[in-house]
Protein backbone atom coordinates (compact mmCIF):
# COMPACT_ATOMS: atom_id res chain seq x y z
CA UNK A 1 0.00 0.00 0.00
CA UNK A 2 1.36 3.74 -1.15
CA UNK A 3 0.87 6.11 2.23
CA UNK A 4 -0.20 8.84 1.29
CA UNK A 5 2.22 11.73 2.28
CA UNK A 6 -0.02 14.93 2.22
CA UNK A 7 -3.15 16.11 2.52
CA UNK A 8 -4.74 18.75 0.78
CA UNK A 9 -6.65 20.84 3.88
CA UNK A 10 -9.64 22.31 2.80
CA UNK A 11 -9.84 24.96 5.60
CA UNK A 12 -6.79 26.89 6.33
CA UNK A 13 -8.48 29.12 8.34
CA UNK A 14 -6.81 27.52 11.49
CA UNK A 15 -10.15 27.14 13.44
CA UNK A 16 -10.60 27.81 17.32
CA UNK A 17 -7.26 30.35 17.01
CA UNK A 18 -7.41 34.07 18.03
CA UNK A 19 -6.79 36.31 15.60
CA UNK A 20 -3.23 37.21 16.80
CA UNK A 21 -2.11 33.39 16.39
CA UNK A 22 -3.49 33.05 12.67
CA UNK A 23 -1.86 36.10 11.80
CA UNK A 24 0.91 35.44 13.32
CA UNK A 25 1.25 31.62 11.49
CA UNK A 26 -0.23 33.29 7.91
CA UNK A 27 1.97 32.50 4.94
CA UNK A 28 -0.21 35.45 3.36
CA UNK A 29 0.80 37.89 6.15
CA UNK A 30 4.13 36.11 6.10
CA UNK A 31 4.43 37.13 2.74
CA UNK A 32 3.90 40.38 2.79
CA UNK A 33 5.54 41.18 5.92
CA UNK A 34 8.59 39.88 4.07
CA UNK A 35 7.88 42.06 0.74
CA UNK A 36 8.83 44.83 3.61
CA UNK A 37 11.68 43.28 4.91
CA UNK A 38 13.02 42.89 1.54
CA UNK A 39 12.30 46.47 0.26
CA UNK A 40 13.58 48.09 3.54
CA UNK A 41 16.85 45.88 3.61
CA UNK A 42 18.18 46.12 0.01
CA UNK A 43 17.90 49.90 0.20
CA UNK A 44 19.20 50.10 3.57
CA UNK A 45 22.22 47.69 2.78
CA UNK A 46 22.60 50.26 -0.62
CA UNK A 47 23.06 53.50 1.88
CA UNK A 48 25.48 51.63 3.81
CA UNK A 49 27.57 49.99 1.84
CA UNK A 50 28.26 53.31 -0.40
CA UNK A 51 28.94 55.10 2.97
CA UNK A 52 26.06 57.75 3.39
CA UNK A 53 24.99 56.56 6.43
CA UNK A 54 26.76 56.80 10.05
CA UNK A 55 28.82 53.66 10.81
CA UNK A 56 27.52 53.21 14.34
CA UNK A 57 24.17 55.00 15.68
CA UNK A 58 25.48 56.00 19.38
CA UNK A 59 22.61 56.52 21.67
CA UNK A 60 22.60 56.59 25.34
CA UNK A 61 22.25 52.73 26.83
CA UNK A 62 18.91 53.73 29.30
CA UNK A 63 17.39 55.86 26.36
CA UNK A 64 17.75 53.11 24.03
CA UNK A 65 16.34 50.25 26.60
CA UNK A 66 13.22 52.45 27.44
CA UNK A 67 12.59 53.19 23.86
CA UNK A 68 13.02 49.61 22.81
CA UNK A 69 10.50 49.08 26.04
CA UNK A 70 7.84 51.56 24.42
CA UNK A 71 7.40 49.44 21.39
CA UNK A 72 5.92 46.49 24.02
CA UNK A 73 2.85 48.56 25.05
CA UNK A 74 1.05 48.45 22.13
CA UNK A 75 0.50 45.55 19.09
CA UNK A 76 1.09 46.86 15.87
CA UNK A 77 -0.50 43.88 13.79
CA UNK A 78 -3.70 45.40 15.92
CA UNK A 79 -3.14 49.07 14.22
CA UNK A 80 -4.32 50.50 10.94
CA UNK A 81 -1.02 49.06 9.29
CA UNK A 82 -1.79 45.65 9.95
CA UNK A 83 0.87 43.24 10.57
CA UNK A 84 3.50 44.14 6.92
CA UNK A 85 2.88 48.28 8.47
CA UNK A 86 3.97 47.19 11.95
CA UNK A 87 7.02 44.78 10.54
CA UNK A 88 8.22 47.98 8.64
CA UNK A 89 8.07 49.91 11.49
CA UNK A 90 9.91 47.65 13.49
CA UNK A 91 12.68 47.05 10.81
CA UNK A 92 12.95 51.11 10.11
CA UNK A 93 13.66 51.27 13.85
CA UNK A 94 16.25 48.56 13.95
CA UNK A 95 17.71 49.38 10.84
CA UNK A 96 18.21 53.25 12.33
CA UNK A 97 19.50 52.18 15.58
CA UNK A 98 22.18 50.17 14.99
CA UNK A 99 25.66 48.88 14.21
CA UNK A 100 26.19 49.69 10.11
CA UNK A 101 28.89 46.97 9.79
CA UNK A 102 28.84 47.26 6.18
CA UNK A 103 29.99 50.42 6.16
CA UNK A 104 33.17 50.81 4.28
CA UNK A 105 34.66 53.37 6.95
CA UNK A 106 33.85 50.21 9.78
CA UNK A 107 37.31 48.79 11.10
CA UNK A 108 36.54 47.90 14.40
CA UNK A 109 36.24 44.50 16.24
CA UNK A 110 37.11 41.47 14.43
CA UNK A 111 32.83 40.95 13.29
CA UNK A 112 32.97 41.62 9.55
CA UNK A 113 30.75 43.09 6.71
CA UNK A 114 29.04 39.41 6.32
CA UNK A 115 27.98 38.87 2.88
CA UNK A 116 24.23 39.26 2.44
CA UNK A 117 24.02 36.48 0.67
CA UNK A 118 24.78 33.68 3.19
CA UNK A 119 22.25 35.73 5.29
CA UNK A 120 19.54 34.87 3.12
CA UNK A 121 20.28 31.40 3.78
CA UNK A 122 20.57 32.03 7.87
CA UNK A 123 17.32 33.34 7.24
CA UNK A 124 15.85 30.41 5.59
CA UNK A 125 17.15 28.31 8.54
CA UNK A 126 15.50 30.58 11.21
CA UNK A 127 12.19 31.07 9.87
CA UNK A 128 11.67 27.08 9.20
CA UNK A 129 13.43 26.58 13.05
CA UNK A 130 15.87 24.29 11.51
CA UNK A 131 17.89 22.90 15.17
CA UNK A 132 20.30 19.84 15.42
CA UNK A 133 20.77 17.83 18.42
CA UNK A 134 19.18 14.53 16.72
CA UNK A 135 19.58 14.18 12.47
CA UNK A 136 15.88 13.32 12.27
CA UNK A 137 15.63 17.09 13.65
CA UNK A 138 17.69 18.53 11.34
CA UNK A 139 18.52 16.05 8.29
CA UNK A 140 20.08 18.80 5.83
CA UNK A 141 21.75 20.66 8.45
CA UNK A 142 23.58 17.45 9.88
CA UNK A 143 24.89 17.08 6.69
CA UNK A 144 25.66 20.57 5.93
CA UNK A 145 27.56 20.07 8.96
CA UNK A 146 29.38 16.71 8.36
CA UNK A 147 30.86 18.88 4.67
CA UNK A 148 32.02 21.82 6.23
CA UNK A 149 34.04 19.93 9.01
CA UNK A 150 35.29 17.20 6.79
CA UNK A 151 36.46 19.89 4.48
CA UNK A 152 38.13 22.24 7.33
CA UNK A 153 39.91 19.66 8.88
CA UNK A 154 41.27 19.08 5.46
CA UNK A 155 42.38 22.54 5.26
CA UNK A 156 44.15 21.85 8.54
CA UNK A 157 46.11 19.35 7.31
CA UNK A 158 44.24 16.63 8.47
CA UNK A 159 42.83 13.02 7.08
CA UNK A 160 39.10 14.09 6.61
CA UNK A 161 38.25 10.39 7.72
CA UNK A 162 40.86 9.70 10.65
CA UNK A 163 39.57 13.31 12.05
CA UNK A 164 36.23 14.88 13.94
CA UNK A 165 33.90 18.10 14.96
CA UNK A 166 31.51 19.91 15.66
CA UNK A 167 29.72 23.26 14.56
CA UNK A 168 29.08 25.43 17.65
CA UNK A 169 28.06 29.10 18.61
CA UNK A 170 31.06 31.15 19.03
CA UNK A 171 35.36 30.78 19.57
CA UNK A 172 34.15 31.35 23.58
CA UNK A 173 31.91 27.95 23.73
CA UNK A 174 33.93 26.21 20.99
CA UNK A 175 37.07 27.14 23.30
CA UNK A 176 35.33 25.55 26.07
CA UNK A 177 34.63 22.55 24.10
CA UNK A 178 37.90 21.40 22.87
CA UNK A 179 39.49 21.81 26.80
CA UNK A 180 36.40 19.79 28.04
CA UNK A 181 37.85 17.49 25.74
CA UNK A 182 41.30 17.73 26.84
CA UNK A 183 40.86 18.05 30.04
CA UNK A 184 38.57 14.63 29.95
CA UNK A 185 41.59 12.69 27.58
CA UNK A 186 44.70 13.95 29.54
CA UNK A 187 42.51 13.11 33.39
CA UNK A 188 39.85 10.20 32.48
CA UNK A 189 38.92 10.65 35.49
CA UNK A 190 37.80 14.36 35.98
CA UNK A 191 34.18 14.00 34.57
CA UNK A 192 33.30 11.82 37.54
CA UNK A 193 35.60 12.85 39.84
CA UNK A 194 36.65 16.48 39.82
CA UNK A 195 40.17 17.35 38.41
CA UNK A 196 43.13 17.09 41.00
CA UNK A 197 44.63 19.65 42.95
CA UNK A 198 47.18 22.01 41.43
CA UNK A 199 45.90 20.77 37.86
CA UNK A 200 46.65 23.62 34.98
CA UNK A 201 46.57 24.61 31.42
CA UNK A 202 49.51 26.82 29.76
CA UNK A 203 48.27 29.40 27.43
CA UNK A 204 49.80 32.72 25.59
CA UNK A 205 50.16 35.89 27.22
CA UNK A 206 47.56 37.56 25.12
CA UNK A 207 45.11 34.56 25.56
CA UNK A 208 41.81 35.61 24.65
CA UNK A 209 39.86 35.71 28.28
CA UNK A 210 37.73 32.99 26.96
CA UNK A 211 40.63 30.69 27.63
CA UNK A 212 40.97 31.63 31.51
CA UNK A 213 36.88 31.55 31.87
CA UNK A 214 36.90 28.31 30.36
CA UNK A 215 39.75 27.21 33.62
CA UNK A 216 37.50 28.57 36.06
CA UNK A 217 34.74 26.37 34.24
CA UNK A 218 36.84 23.12 33.98
CA UNK A 219 37.37 23.32 37.20
CA UNK A 220 40.83 24.27 37.38
CA UNK A 221 40.14 27.99 38.15
CA UNK A 222 41.43 31.37 36.50
CA UNK A 223 44.33 31.17 38.42
CA UNK A 224 45.68 27.97 37.33
CA UNK A 225 46.13 29.53 33.86
CA UNK A 226 49.76 29.81 33.43
CA UNK A 227 50.61 32.43 30.78
CA UNK A 228 53.77 32.14 29.03
CA UNK A 229 55.55 35.64 28.21
CA UNK A 230 56.16 37.07 24.63
CA UNK A 231 58.59 37.45 22.50
CA UNK A 232 59.36 40.95 20.30
CA UNK A 233 56.27 39.99 18.55
CA UNK A 234 54.18 39.23 20.90
CA UNK A 235 54.21 35.25 20.23
CA UNK A 236 54.35 32.85 22.97
CA UNK A 237 58.04 32.40 23.42
CA UNK A 238 58.88 28.57 22.75
CA UNK A 239 62.01 28.85 25.40
CA UNK A 240 59.84 30.18 27.73
CA UNK A 241 57.05 27.96 27.47
CA UNK A 242 59.90 25.14 27.74
CA UNK A 243 60.79 26.25 30.85
CA UNK A 244 57.38 26.40 32.17
CA UNK A 245 56.58 22.91 31.27
CA UNK A 246 59.76 21.69 32.97
CA UNK A 247 59.06 23.22 36.22
CA UNK A 248 55.42 21.84 36.36
CA UNK A 249 56.28 18.77 35.73
CA UNK A 250 59.11 18.92 37.99
CA UNK A 251 56.04 19.95 40.88
CA UNK A 252 53.75 17.11 39.56
CA UNK A 253 51.33 19.75 38.39
CA UNK A 254 48.86 17.93 35.98
CA UNK A 255 48.88 19.99 32.53
CA UNK A 256 45.50 19.37 30.24
CA UNK A 257 46.71 21.31 27.33
CA UNK A 258 48.84 24.21 25.82
CA UNK A 259 46.59 26.97 24.65
CA UNK A 260 48.28 28.44 21.42
CA UNK A 261 47.21 31.76 19.34
CA UNK A 262 46.35 32.08 15.82
CA UNK A 263 45.52 35.66 15.42
CA UNK A 264 45.85 37.11 19.30
CA UNK A 265 43.02 39.40 19.52
CA UNK A 266 45.21 42.67 20.34
CA UNK A 267 47.64 42.53 17.83
CA UNK A 268 46.62 39.27 15.36
CA UNK A 269 49.68 37.69 16.34
CA UNK A 270 50.34 34.35 15.19
CA UNK A 271 52.45 31.57 17.37
CA UNK A 272 55.24 29.63 15.78
CA UNK A 273 53.17 26.40 15.92
CA UNK A 274 55.84 24.18 14.95
CA UNK A 275 57.84 25.38 17.66
CA UNK A 276 54.94 24.78 19.88
CA UNK A 277 54.28 22.03 18.51
CA UNK A 278 57.64 20.23 18.85
CA UNK A 279 57.88 21.32 22.76
CA UNK A 280 54.18 20.04 23.41
CA UNK A 281 55.54 16.63 21.64
CA UNK A 282 58.47 16.39 24.08
CA UNK A 283 56.51 16.81 27.21
CA UNK A 284 53.29 14.77 25.85
CA UNK A 285 51.04 17.85 26.47
CA UNK A 286 47.67 18.57 23.93
CA UNK A 287 48.37 21.00 22.20
CA UNK A 288 45.11 23.21 21.52
CA UNK A 289 45.48 26.36 18.91
CA UNK A 290 43.07 29.48 19.28
CA UNK A 291 42.65 29.71 15.81
CA UNK A 292 39.38 31.71 15.87
CA UNK A 293 40.43 34.46 13.83
CA UNK A 294 43.59 33.33 11.78
CA UNK A 295 42.25 29.98 11.02
CA UNK A 296 41.06 31.86 7.84
CA UNK A 297 44.52 31.93 6.31
CA UNK A 298 44.68 28.34 5.51
CA UNK A 299 42.45 29.12 2.64
CA UNK A 300 45.33 31.32 1.27
CA UNK A 301 48.25 29.83 -0.84
CA UNK A 302 49.92 33.39 -0.40
CA UNK A 303 49.32 33.08 4.20
CA UNK A 304 48.94 29.71 5.28
CA UNK A 305 52.29 28.68 5.92
CA UNK A 306 51.56 31.90 8.77
CA UNK A 307 49.93 28.70 9.95
CA UNK A 308 52.67 26.24 9.33
CA UNK A 309 52.94 23.75 12.30
CA UNK A 310 48.75 23.53 13.12
CA UNK A 311 48.49 19.79 11.92
CA UNK A 312 50.69 18.96 14.58
CA UNK A 313 47.58 20.11 17.43
CA UNK A 314 45.21 18.40 18.80
CA UNK A 315 42.03 20.66 18.93
CA UNK A 316 41.82 23.71 17.10
CA UNK A 317 39.01 26.36 17.30
CA UNK A 318 37.92 28.18 13.98
CA UNK A 319 35.61 31.12 13.49
CA UNK A 320 33.62 31.22 10.20
CA UNK A 321 32.03 34.53 11.16
CA UNK A 322 35.31 36.30 11.21
CA UNK A 323 37.26 35.93 7.85
CA UNK A 324 35.16 33.54 6.00
CA UNK A 325 32.50 36.58 5.91
CA UNK A 326 28.98 34.71 7.63
CA UNK A 327 26.76 35.55 9.73
CA UNK A 328 27.94 35.16 13.75
CA UNK A 329 27.97 32.89 15.11
CA UNK A 330 29.47 29.94 13.28
CA UNK A 331 32.42 28.15 14.88
CA UNK A 332 34.39 24.41 14.52
CA UNK A 333 35.73 22.92 16.78
CA UNK A 334 37.93 20.43 15.17
CA UNK A 335 39.85 17.45 16.48
CA UNK A 336 43.09 15.45 15.18
CA UNK A 337 42.12 12.10 16.00
CA UNK A 338 38.85 11.55 15.42
CA UNK A 339 38.50 8.59 18.49
CA UNK A 340 38.41 11.74 21.43
CA UNK A 341 34.98 13.02 19.84
CA UNK A 342 33.05 11.21 22.61
CA UNK A 343 35.17 12.17 25.59
CA UNK A 344 33.68 15.22 25.80
CA UNK A 345 31.09 14.57 28.13
CA UNK A 346 31.53 10.99 28.39
CA UNK A 347 28.26 9.55 28.65
CA UNK A 348 27.72 5.91 29.53
CA UNK A 349 26.18 4.94 25.76
CA UNK A 350 26.98 6.86 22.84
CA UNK A 351 23.90 5.29 21.10
CA UNK A 352 21.84 7.43 23.76
CA UNK A 353 19.44 9.16 22.10
CA UNK A 354 17.92 5.60 19.71
CA UNK A 355 19.87 2.17 21.14
CA UNK A 356 17.25 0.63 17.78
CA UNK A 357 20.20 3.06 15.97
CA UNK A 358 23.75 2.77 17.72
CA UNK A 359 25.32 3.94 13.95
CA UNK A 360 23.43 6.95 14.23
CA UNK A 361 25.79 8.14 17.39
CA UNK A 362 28.43 9.78 15.06
CA UNK A 363 25.89 11.53 13.03
CA UNK A 364 23.85 12.74 16.24
CA UNK A 365 25.76 15.96 17.27
CA UNK A 366 23.84 16.16 20.40
CA UNK A 367 26.18 14.21 22.41
CA UNK A 368 29.03 16.29 21.42
CA UNK A 369 28.11 19.73 22.19
CA UNK A 370 27.09 21.84 25.01
CA UNK A 371 23.96 22.43 23.24
CA UNK A 372 21.31 20.04 22.84
CA UNK A 373 18.80 22.01 20.58
CA UNK A 374 21.37 23.91 19.10
CA UNK A 375 20.79 26.45 15.84
CA UNK A 376 21.88 25.00 12.49
CA UNK A 377 24.76 27.28 11.70
CA UNK A 378 26.78 26.45 8.85
CA UNK A 379 24.24 27.04 6.23
CA UNK A 380 25.70 30.57 5.43
CA UNK A 381 29.61 29.41 5.15
CA UNK A 382 27.89 26.39 3.08
CA UNK A 383 26.09 28.61 0.72
CA UNK A 384 29.02 31.24 -0.17
CA UNK A 385 30.96 27.82 -0.49
CA UNK A 386 28.67 26.38 -3.10
CA UNK A 387 28.19 29.56 -4.44
CA UNK A 388 31.61 30.96 -5.39
CA UNK A 389 34.12 27.51 -4.08
CA UNK A 390 36.65 28.07 -1.88
CA UNK A 391 38.76 31.63 -4.00
CA UNK A 392 36.24 33.18 -2.79
CA UNK A 393 37.38 33.22 0.78
CA UNK A 394 41.15 33.39 -0.20
CA UNK A 395 40.48 36.07 -2.49
CA UNK A 396 38.87 37.30 0.40
CA UNK A 397 41.81 36.91 3.31
CA UNK A 398 43.92 38.27 0.52
CA UNK A 399 42.58 41.13 -0.17
CA UNK A 400 42.10 41.95 3.98
CA UNK A 401 46.03 40.92 4.43
CA UNK A 402 47.25 43.21 1.60
CA UNK A 403 44.91 46.54 2.85
CA UNK A 404 46.33 45.88 6.79
CA UNK A 405 49.90 46.45 5.41
CA UNK A 406 48.87 48.85 3.24
CA UNK A 407 47.55 50.63 6.47
CA UNK A 408 50.83 50.14 8.19
CA UNK A 409 53.14 51.68 5.53
CA UNK A 410 50.57 54.80 5.29
CA UNK A 411 50.65 54.95 9.02
CA UNK A 412 54.82 54.64 9.09
CA UNK A 413 54.98 57.87 6.69
CA UNK A 414 53.19 60.27 8.82
CA UNK A 415 54.63 61.98 11.53
CA UNK A 416 51.69 61.89 14.41
CA UNK A 417 50.98 58.21 13.77
CA UNK A 418 52.75 55.27 15.09
CA UNK A 419 51.98 51.54 14.10
CA UNK A 420 52.97 49.16 17.12
CA UNK A 421 53.62 46.28 15.53
CA UNK A 422 54.25 44.57 11.82
CA UNK A 423 50.92 42.83 11.17
CA UNK A 424 50.43 38.97 10.89
CA UNK A 425 46.62 38.93 9.67
CA UNK A 426 44.26 41.92 9.21
CA UNK A 427 44.62 43.14 12.64
CA UNK A 428 46.83 46.62 13.39
CA UNK A 429 47.28 48.77 16.83
CA UNK A 430 48.81 51.98 16.10
CA UNK A 431 48.91 55.43 18.32
CA UNK A 432 48.19 59.10 17.38
CA UNK A 433 50.86 60.96 18.48
CA UNK A 434 50.75 64.97 17.80
CA UNK A 435 54.52 66.70 18.61
CA UNK A 436 52.20 68.51 21.83
CA UNK A 437 50.78 64.98 22.76
CA UNK A 438 54.60 63.17 22.57
CA UNK A 439 55.28 65.17 25.67
CA UNK A 440 52.85 64.11 27.80
CA UNK A 441 53.29 61.47 30.60
CA UNK A 442 51.95 57.73 29.34
CA UNK A 443 48.89 58.48 30.99
CA UNK A 444 48.02 61.23 29.89
CA UNK A 445 49.01 59.97 26.38
CA UNK A 446 46.78 56.78 27.06
CA UNK A 447 43.83 58.94 28.17
CA UNK A 448 43.95 61.18 24.68
CA UNK A 449 44.24 57.76 22.49
CA UNK A 450 40.86 56.76 24.79
CA UNK A 451 38.98 60.07 24.35
CA UNK A 452 39.87 60.26 20.78
CA UNK A 453 38.58 56.84 19.96
CA UNK A 454 34.86 57.61 22.06
CA UNK A 455 34.49 61.00 19.83
CA UNK A 456 35.26 59.15 16.49
CA UNK A 457 32.57 56.53 17.56
CA UNK A 458 30.07 58.66 18.75
CA UNK A 459 30.30 61.02 15.62
CA UNK A 460 29.96 58.16 12.84
CA UNK A 461 32.55 58.57 10.77
CA UNK A 462 34.42 55.21 11.44
CA UNK A 463 34.47 53.05 13.79
CA UNK A 464 37.55 51.75 15.31
CA UNK A 465 38.05 49.77 18.86
CA UNK A 466 40.57 50.33 21.74
CA UNK A 467 43.49 47.72 23.49
CA UNK A 468 46.08 47.96 25.97
CA UNK A 469 49.91 46.50 25.07
CA UNK A 470 52.09 46.53 27.46
CA UNK A 471 50.92 49.30 29.67
CA UNK A 472 50.08 51.99 26.12
CA UNK A 473 46.73 52.46 25.08
CA UNK A 474 46.38 51.86 21.71
CA UNK A 475 43.66 52.41 18.66
CA UNK A 476 43.16 49.10 16.78
CA UNK A 477 41.89 48.37 13.62
CA UNK A 478 40.85 44.98 12.26
CA UNK A 479 40.37 45.42 8.22
CA UNK A 480 37.52 43.14 7.71
CA UNK A 481 35.15 44.51 5.20
CA UNK A 482 35.52 43.81 1.63
CA UNK A 483 34.32 47.30 0.86
CA UNK A 484 36.92 49.25 2.70
CA UNK A 485 39.78 50.91 0.31
CA UNK A 486 43.04 52.48 0.83
CA UNK A 487 41.32 55.70 0.39
CA UNK A 488 39.34 55.07 3.47
CA UNK A 489 42.17 54.49 5.57
CA UNK A 490 43.54 57.61 4.49
CA UNK A 491 40.62 59.36 5.64
CA UNK A 492 40.53 57.67 9.06
CA UNK A 493 43.85 59.44 9.83
CA UNK A 494 42.24 62.29 8.74
CA UNK A 495 39.25 61.90 11.17
CA UNK A 496 41.37 60.98 13.64
CA UNK A 497 43.95 64.05 13.22
CA UNK A 498 40.53 66.10 13.73
CA UNK A 499 38.81 64.16 17.09
CA UNK A 500 42.26 64.31 18.52
CA UNK A 501 42.47 68.37 17.68
CA UNK A 502 39.21 68.75 18.97
CA UNK A 503 40.09 66.27 22.36
CA UNK A 504 43.32 68.35 22.58
CA UNK A 505 41.06 71.68 22.84
CA UNK A 506 38.59 70.78 25.41
Not at 96 to 102: I, P, T, V, Y
Not at 250 to 274: E, H, K, M, Q
Not at 477 to 488: G, K, M, S, Y
Request: hydrophobic share 45%; with cysteine; glycine share 8%.
Amino acid sequence: MQLQMSVQREDSSMDGCTDAVARAWSAEEFGAAAGEWQRLLTEHLREVMAGRTKVLNWSDPQQSAQAAAAWLEHPLAAGPDGVAGGMRQLLQQMLSAGQNLHHPHYIGHQVPASSPLAGLLDGAAAITNQVMAVYEMGPWATAVEQALVSRLCGLTGWDPSTSSGILTHGGSLANLTALLTARNVVLPQSWRDGVPAGTTMVANADVHYCITRAAGILGLGAAAVQKVPLDARRRMDVQRLDDVLIELRRGNRPVIAVSACAGATPTGAIDDLSAVADVCRRHEVWMHVDAAHGGSLLFSRRYRDRLKGIAAADSVVWDAHKMLFVPALCTAVLYRRREVRFETFQQDAPYLFDPSAPGMADIDVGMRTVECTKRATGFGLWGLWALFGAELFEQLVDRMLQLTMRFRELLNSEADFEALHEPECNILAFRHLPAEVRLLSLAEQNRFQRELRTQLIREGSFYIVQTTLDGMAALRATVINPLTTEQDLRDLLTAVRQCGQRVWNL
